[in-house]
């Protein structure tokens, strides 16, 4: 099956050789092949680049840190003792290491006196001035996305685009079926309105949000939206409902001339009333596994589990971890059909956004997802999805 708007020259060069190519025409023959002919390796030119911490810190500031032979990179003496000094980077697992050091120290509350960014000449290198702003952008989103500025950490991101979207709260409520919705359109230069700004509690529990507001990350940053529209907003959803956020309405404006992403942050959102004699599991796990669960499967295996090949990785787990797919814990599959039920519309099955992000945008299809099912393989998956669906109300 060949790729999707691609050449496979184009692809062969893309992904840096024959075999990495081979395998993910593999897994188009179940998946999800790429639309885009943009290259999704350059975080310049793709539509949608990689503006979560991870994918900005890999894409923007690990080369800076590690260089190359002919040009070492302003940490290149951490990969090695250097005297009585212990190295703590790894090729590869530089991300991890960072974050992770003296318990995270670098990830301060404000970027700009985090010691990553206070180093000075020293016995290495000091930042240059470009160094210095791709690092202050990937911190200033590490502490957003982290909450460590304080509230709550960033719920998963949206790119900056009409259409109707989805943010799965599992993250910060741990209720896979938990859920914001809302449909945002221009309004005028740099700004959208975002309108039917919705949330669903799932049913293991009522949900209280305090104070919730959109955090906008670009490449340059992460900034809180200035409007605050939602500041007063104090209010609880019951279990298995949906209420409005506010007025359901907020204008956003001044946005990013380039790419942006959203996500939300709370100053408080938690469970509450919780429902002790709710399980959550599919009803028809044989409807699910193999026939969804496989689509899923080659769906992981391009970006929506962390080492996949596409530079969004990291960002596309965060929204959807579809790892388990890939494996065969029993356990781990009757999970993820249970997160993958989250996407699902269970009145309208055709329209779920488990089905609109696969499908081309003429077809109905969300623009905000660059990855789509060829149309041989669309309905089959189609299929599988409403057949499932229908027996999970």
């Not at 923007?60 to 250097?82: E, F, L, M, N």
């Not at 507001?213 to 605050?228: E, H, K, L, P, Y």
């Not at 596309?316 to 699902?344: H, P, W």
């Not at 003429?362 to 599988?384: Q, W």
Request: hydrophobic share 40%.
């Amino acid at each position: 099956m060949r790729l999707n708007h691609w050449s496979e020259s184009r692809a062969r060069r893309v992904l840096g050789g024959t075999a990495l190519l081979s395998s993910l025409v593999l897994s188009t023959l179940t998946g999800c092949p790429p639309e885009t002919i943009r290259d999704p390796f350059d975080p310049d030119s793709v539509e949608d680049p990689a503006l979560d911490p991870r994918g900005q810190f890999d894409l923007r500031v690990k080369p800076d840190i590690a260089g190359t032979a002919d040009a070492p990179g302003a940490c290149s003496c951490h990969y090695t003792k250097q005297d009585t000094v212990e190295a703590f980077l790894k090729t590869d697992a530089e991300y991890d290491a960072i974050t992770a050091y003296g318990g995270g120290k670098f990830l301060t509350k404000n970027a700009d006196i985090s010691p990553f960014l206070q180093k000075g000449a020293h016995q290495g290198p000091a930042l240059t001035q470009p160094q210095y702003d791709r690092a202050r952008a990937w911190l200033q989103a590490e502490a957003l996305a982290r909450g460590t500025n304080g509230g709550s950490a960033t719920t998963p991101t949206v790119a900056v685009r009409s259409g109707d979207f989805y943010i799965n709260l599992e993250p910060l409520t741990g209720d896979p079926l938990s859920k914001i919705t809302f449909t945002m359109n221009p309004s005028g230069t740099r700004s959208y309105l975002v309108t039917a700004l919705k949330l669903t509690a799932g049913p293991t529990a009522d949900i209280h949000i305090k104070h919730p507001r959109f955090i906008i990350f670009s490449a340059t940053g992460a900034n809180a939206d200035t409007s605050d529209a939602l500041a007063t907003v104090d209010s609880t959803v019951t279990a298995n409902m949906t209420g409005n956020i506010g007025s359901g309405t907020v204008l956003l404006s001044n946005l990013p001339a380039s790419t942006a992403r959203l996500a939300l942050a709370f100053e408080v959102i938690e469970k509450v009333n919780p429902k002790p004699n709710v399980t959550l599991a599919c009803k028809s796990y044989g409807l699910f596994n193999p026939a969804v669960k496989d689509r899923l499967a080659s769906c992981a295996a391009l970006c929506h589990s962390l080492g996949a090949p596409d530079s969004r990785a990291s960002q596309a787990t965060n929204a959807f971890n579809m790892a388990a797919a890939r494996g065969s814990v029993e356990a781990d599959l009757q999970k993820l059909c249970v997160y993958t039920l989250g996407r699902i519309n269970p009145l309208d099955p055709p329209k779920s956004v488990l089905i609109l992000q696969a499908a081309p945008v003429s077809e109905g299809g969300t623009s905000n997802h660059p990855y789509k099912l060829m149309a041989a393989d669309l309905p089959g998956f189609k299929t599988a999805v409403t057949t499932w669906a229908a027996q999970e109300k």
